[in-house]
């Protein structure tokens, strides 16, 4: 497999640990791994990584996605060099600079100027070229204050921010980042995304790790999936991304993506107690059943319920897309008045300009007592993955259009006017 033309080539790639016991058997585990003829046992090891096959082009992006514990962060230390594999290769070719946890890379008795010439040279850059980036670093970094005080000293953002921009600013030609958005703040993470975005119009190849479903998508060109230290899909950002969701969110288990009517009965709950929500259905204005509706439209959820005994009580239809962020909240209070409704019934929701984006989206459905103010609801019966629907975006909007990741779809006029006056 190891294409003279990939930047990373990976061939049945497997890490394993020692399994820590409190029988006293930790030592003869040990023997066992470094002495063969003393019989070794599987029971005594966990495999993080097990049989990665792998390819990466130059100038990819490539987003690594996974639970915890899936394989991620030791796939980055082998290929970074901080631990060796127990079985299979990485050949990576080009200078590499890696970011991993906080902490990982910079002496912390060393200033940040001295740590700066310290990771220059250990890419194997000259002193000359460090002192002609120093500057942008530094600038980019945002510690001017800070980049002769020990590293010991910094904040966690701080360390990261100049950790980054040491790892992107002196060239190498594989980049590895863990996690490195999730420590920053908002204005370092716009910096950094900017900056990613340009690497790998330079060429450079980038492999990022991290638990943040859009900036993996935004950022990547493709991306694979680790599930208990195995690959388990590769295919564009996108889709990795909606695949990893699918798995996390159970989609998969969900209703049939193509009926509009759903039996709640013994559906999956986010609360406990007794099952008010009994059925669910969607509908077109005019009552026909669908599960497909357009931009700027219609659409009617009718919700079937039994033992609604409550004060106050409330209906929400609340619609998420396939990064299970809610994007639109109808709620029965927002019509203004107390529901009134008997203990069993239907109850329809409708809304005659649904301004959702193209794609697939979930609606989650809530019954709950309301108390007069947001802090008085009480939740008693939700159902997170009730009905999928799916969203065309028809004529609402023209041009490139609007997908289910970028918020909520309103008409615009544009117009040339005079930028002083305002008038036409």
């Known amino acids: 497999m190891s294409s003279e033309r990939a930047a990373i080539a990976i061939e049945g790639l497997g890490k394993r640990y020692l399994i820590p016991r409190r029988d006293g058997s930790r030592l003869r585990a040990h023997l066992k791994e470094f002495l063969p003829f003393a019989g070794r046992d599987e029971n005594d090891y966990f495999w993080a990584l097990r049989d990665l096959d792998l390819e990466v082009r130059p100038g990819d992006v490539l987003g690594i996605v996974g639970k915890n514990g899936s394989g991620k962060s030791t796939l980055l230390k082998i290929l970074s060099g901080v631990t060796p594999p127990t079985a299979g290769r990485a050949v990576l070719r080009g200078k590499i600079a890696s970011l991993l946890e906080v902490g990982t890379g910079f002496h912390p008795d060393m200033t940040g100027r001295e740590n700066v010439f310290m990771s220059g040279a ?58 490195v958005m999730a420590v920053g703040d908002v204005s370092f993470r716009e910096k950094s995304q900017k900056n990613i975005e340009k690497l790998a119009e330079e060429g450079r190849t980038i492999l990022y790790v991290s638990h943040n479903a859009r900036s993996v998508a935004s950022l990547c060109t493709s991306g694979i ?70 931009t700027g439209g219609g659409m009617l959820v009718r919700i079937a319920y039994e033992g609604a005994t409550v004060a106050n009580p409330y209906f929400s239809v609340l619609v998420q897309n396939e990064f299970a962020e809610r994007v639109a909240t109808l709620h029965s209070t927002h019509q203004g008045g107390d529901l009134r409704i008997p203990a069993n019934g239907v109850v329809e929701c409708r809304t005659d300009d649904l301004r959702l984006g193209e794609g697939a989206y ?29 969203v065309e975006l028809g004529e609402y909007v023209k041009g490139i259009g609007l997908d289910s990741f970028q918020g909520a779809a309103h008409r615009s006029a544009w117009r040339l006017c005079d930028k002083d006056t305002g008038a036409a």
């Not at 910094?154 to 992107?168: F, K, N």
């Not at 969701?245 to 993506?257: C, N, Q, S």
């Open 122 to 179: 250990l890419l194997g850059i000259g002193q000359a070229e460090i002192r002609a980036k120093f500057d942008e670093i530094v600038d980019f970094s945002g510690i001017e204050t800070f980049i002769d005080v020990p590293v010991k000293r910094y904040s966690s953002g701080m360390y990261v921010r100049l950790a980054y921009a040491v790892a992107s600013m002196l060239r190498s030609d594989i980049l590895i980042l863990d996690e």
């Open 225 to 294: 999936i680790l599930d208990g230290g195995r690959c388990v899909f590769r295919g564009t950002a996108k889709d990795t991304v909606t695949a990893y969701l699918r798995r996390v969110h159970h989609y998969d288990d969900a209703p049939d993506m193509n009926a509009a009517a759903h039996d709640l009965a013994a559906a999956p709950r986010m609360t406990h107690g007794k099952h008010v929500l009994r059925r669910a259905s969607t509908h077109a204005p005019d009552g026909t059943p669908t599960n497909r509706f357009r």
């Open 362 to 390: 979930r609606l989650m459905l809530d019954f709950g007592s309301y108390g007069g103010t947001r802090a008085a609801m009480v939740s008693l019966d939700c159902v997170p993955n009730a009905i999928p629907i799916r």
